[in-house]
C-alpha cells in the first residue's frame, strides 16, 4: 500500500490500455533510450521496458525504492535523485540522443520541460502527460488568454500538439482536474542562429505584464530610444499575445543588431 505525498504531486496511473496507448504515442522502439522522470509506483515504467532498448528513470521519492526494484527490469536503471538538480550535460555524455516519456507531477511540469529544452542538447522528443490547462497553454495560438511564454518557447523548439485528454478518474488519488498527453517532437535547426539563451529573456520579459504594450515592457531592457527608432510605432503600441513566434523573431533581430 503506497503513502502518496503531496509534496512530490503523487497521482499514479494503472489502466494498462493507456500505459500502453501513451508508449504507442512516444513512437519509441527497440533502439531507443528512454528517459522517465517521476517513476511512481512502476507502471508506466513496466511498459516502457517492454519497448525500449533502455529506460532510466528518475524518482524522487526515496522511500519507492525497494517496490520498484523488486520489479526486477533489467533494462532500466532507476535514480532515486531529484532531476531538478542533476547536471543535463553529465547525463548526457555517454547517449547519443534520446526520448522523454513521462507522467509529470503538476507542481513542477513548466520547471521540468524548460530543463529538457534549454539544457539538453539530445533529447529529441517529449511525450509528457501534464495537466489539460498546461497542454492547451502550449498549443495555444496568438490573440488568446492562454497564449504566452510557454507557447511561444516550446514552438521555439520544436512542434507540440495534444494527442489525448485523460480524465482525472485514471489517477489514484484522483486529482482536481483534468490531464492531456503531450507531444513535442524537437527540432534543433528550426531557429539555429538565434541565441536561445537571450531570446529567452526577451520573450518573458515581453510579456512580464500582459496588459502593457510591447513598448512599456521592453524599454527596461532595451532602453526608449533604442525602441523609438528602431520599431514601428504601431508594432510598439501592440500586447506580446498578439505576436507570432516568426514576428517575435524579426523584432528580436531587429533590436540584438
Known amino acids: 500500500m503506497f503513502n502518496f505525498k503531496k509534496k512530490f504531486g503523487q497521482n499514479f496511473l494503472s489502466d494498462k490500455n493507456l500505459l500502453k496507448a501513451i508508449v504507442a504515442d512516444s513512437q519509441i522502439c527497440e533502439k531507443d533510450t ?68 513521462a507522467n509529470l507531477p503538476y507542481y513542477i511540469t513548466t520547471p521540468i520541460i524548460f530543463k529538457l529544452l534549454e539544457e539538453s542538447e539530445k533529447v529529441t522528443s517529449l511525450t509528457i502527460m501534464v495537466q489539460k490547462e498546461v497542454a492547451e497553454r502550449v498549443v495555444s495560438g496568438t490573440n488568446s488568454k492562454d497564449y504566452g511564454v510557454l507557447s511561444v518557447m516550446i514552438n521555439f523548439y520544436g512542434e507540440p500538439k495534444i494527442i489525448r485528454v485523460v480524465g482525472r478518474q485514471m489517477f489514484n488519488p484522483m486529482p482536481n482536474v483534468d490531464s ?44 526608449k530610444e533604442i525602441l523609438k527608432n528602431r520599431l514601428d510605432e504601431k508594432l510598439l503600441s501592440r500586447r506580446a499575445e498578439t505576436f507570432s513566434i516568426q514576428e517575435f523573431i524579426e523584432i528580436f533581430e531587429i533590436l540584438e543588431k
Open 34 to 101: 528512454v528517459l522517465e522522470i517521476g517513476a511512481g509506483a512502476g507502471a508506466l515504467t513496466q511498459e516502457l521496458s517492454k519497448v525500449a532498448k533502455k529506460v532510466v528513470s528518475f524518482e524522487i521519492d526515496t522511500d519507492l525504492k525497494d517496490e520498484l526494484e523488486s520489479l526486477e527490469l533489467k533494462n532500466v536503471e532507476f535514480v532515486f535523485q531529484d532531476f531538478m538538480k542533476i547536471d543535463l550535460k553529465e547525463f548526457e555524455k555517454e547517449l547519443s540522443s534520446y526520448k522523454v516519456v
Open 180 to 223: 492531456a498527453v503531450l507531444n513535442i517532437k524537437l527540432d534543433r535547426k528550426k531557429y539555429s542562429k538565434v541565441d536561445k539563451v537571450k531570446f529567452s529573456k526577451f520573450i518573458k520579459t515581453a510579456f512580464s505584464m500582459r496588459r502593457k504594450t510591447l513598448f512599456n515592457n521592453l524599454s527596461g531592457m532595451y532602453g
